[in-house]
């Protein structure tokens, strides 16, 4: 095989797994704890801007309050989920960006400096517990 075809195959090969923004390999340690997660999103304060599917948690102080897990059609990745806690513009809700957003980025504040990994991963445990799959048509020929 020449060192062009070489290239080229390893470049498809590449691109077809998505490259650097790809979910593939992307892993949390199994040692998230719902209930730890859930104590990090009230101690973060995420409840003044998200209401949680089932969860008694404070009112919202948001206008517009983002609301997360319930039935989805479509899985929440732990890749989703944590690109979406540490970098939130990458992908707006599904609502008039006015609500959530300022000049194209979310309201989101940024935990970089505030959230520990620990809480990262346990408060990814405590959404992922939150969510439930939803029937949908294709499911049912």
């Known amino acids: ?3 062009t075809t070489l290239t080229f ?4 090969v590449l ?21 730890r997660g859930e104590r990090a999103f009230e ?11 089932g ?4 009112a919202p102080t948001a206008q517009h309050p983002v609301p997360l ?10 890749g ?3 690109s979406s806690i540490i970098h939130p513009s ?20 940024d935990f970089a400096q505030t959230m520990t990994v620990r809480e990262l991963i346990d408060l990814t445990a405590f959404l992922q517990s939150r969510y439930r799959p939803k029937p949908t048509p294709e499911m049912y020929p």
């Not at 691109?15 to 209930?35: K, M, Q, V, W, Y």
């Not at 101690?43 to 599917?53: A, G, K, M, Q």
């Open 1 to 3: 095989m020449s060192k």
């Open 69 to 78: 897990g319930g039935a989805v059609t479509e899985l929440r990745t732990d």
């Open 80 to 82: 989703y989920l944590v």
């Open 90 to 109: 990458h992908r707006l809700a599904h609502r008039p960006v006015e609500q959530i957003a300022v000049e194209g980025e979310s309201r989101m504040p």
């Open 43 to 53: 101690h973060l304060r995420c409840w003044e801007c998200h209401t949680v599917d």
């Open 15 to 35: 691109t077809a797994c998505g490259g650097r923004h790809s979910p593939a390999g992307f892993r949390l340690p199994e040692t998230g704890d719902i209930a």
């Open 55 to 58: 969860v008694a948690l404070p």
């Open 9 to 12: 195959a390893l470049l498809a």
